[in-house]
């Protein structure tokens, strides 16, 4: 049973006529637990075409001035589900699983908002999305078809975010630390670590863990076996995001 490709462009089609669904990993984590680089390190390592990385950061909620004056000063809770705009994360996801395009919102943390520029995603063979929150929702939780939780050491994801927040998102030392304790830490013990319980698998040390990495990529090379896709071998390099050329 080989699958009809329509002019390497998804949605697929198997030789049935049925659309083969894209599988969709779901990643969570605390902040700066390295979510990014074990998806990174997945697509790299399922090395087929068309794999989609979509981050929960692109739903990020449009502040209102207020918000903006808090988030200046670190006061504003960007780790409660309500900073999240979860309609449109859940329409995005529910297209993108059903092969369609979507349009989404590029977000930037040095001000705190969306870009004027959005990027067009495809349906892809594999979908992985990742974000703090990515098992807070129910009808998110169902649309997964695989989930992971990214466990890395608080120190080292305080260590990471310090780094990370000051070299790159344009925050201050005492602002970062303020923040951390009064809000990311907080939410990372209410909503965070419990949702670890909806783990298909939990991935101690983050990207470090090749021995996890490989498991989940040879999990989702069977699953894709199963539903029928056909990959055509050595085409290609995964591509985040972007159609093929
Ligand atoms: O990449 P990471 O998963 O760490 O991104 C989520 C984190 O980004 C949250 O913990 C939140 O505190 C932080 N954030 C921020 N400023 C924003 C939006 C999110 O510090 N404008």
New binding site residues.
Partial sequence: RGTIYTAGRPPWYDTAGQQVEPFLIGICGG??SG??TVATKIIESLNIPWVTLL???SF?KVLNEKQHDM?ARNEYN??HPD?FDFELLKTTLQRLKEGRKADVPI?N?VT?SRESRTKLMYGANVIIFE??LTFYDAEVLKMCDMKVFVDTDADVRLAR?LHR?ISQ?G?DLDGVLK?YST??KP?YFYYIAPSMVHADIIVPRGGDNEVAIELIVQHVHTQLQLRGFKLREKLAHSYIGQPLP
């Fill in positions: 902040s700066a979510k990014t981050s929960m950061d990020y988030a960007f780790d900073a977000y943390f705190h974000g703090i975010r927040d998102r925050r923040q809000m990311v939410a």
